[in-house]
């Protein structure tokens, strides 16, 4: 079986996550074939703004490639992610995303195509 290349991923346009107000974009870009343990990867894009709230309901791990998010879960911990730092999302966390200026990050998550 062939690898898939996906060329220059973070110059491509991401749609809209058609929240209302929040400036909040997504793509999914890879997925696997494994219906029993999929994997899902992509971009997650967020522009000042509104802030997205979002419950994950899949276990995704998320490296910030430009930019910066505000991140803050339900037990109160916030912290402010940079280009080069790696976050874990369990599965049934809830997460507020804000940025001051923008923020991309590249995703992997343990979810089908299409079920952010």
Known sequence: MAFKYFEQIKTQ?????????VPAFLKDFS???DS?????????R???GESLQYT????????????SFIIEDETGK??????GDLL???????????TP???IGFFCGQRGEDEA
Do not use: Q, R
């Open 56 to 67: 994950y309901t899949y276990h995704e791990m998320k490296l910030i490639i430009d930019g």
């Open 101 to 103: 200026d923008f923020g």
């Open 78 to 83: 916030k912290v402010t992610a940079k280009t």
């Open 46 to 48: 967020l522009e000042a």
């Open 13 to 21: 346009e991401l749609p809209s996550m058609e929240v209302a107000n």
């Open 36 to 44: 029993e343990k999929p994997i899902t990867s992509g971009l997650f």
């Open 31 to 33: 997925v696997s074939e």
């Open 88 to 98: 874990y999302f369990p599965k049934g966390t809830a997460i507020t995303f804000s």
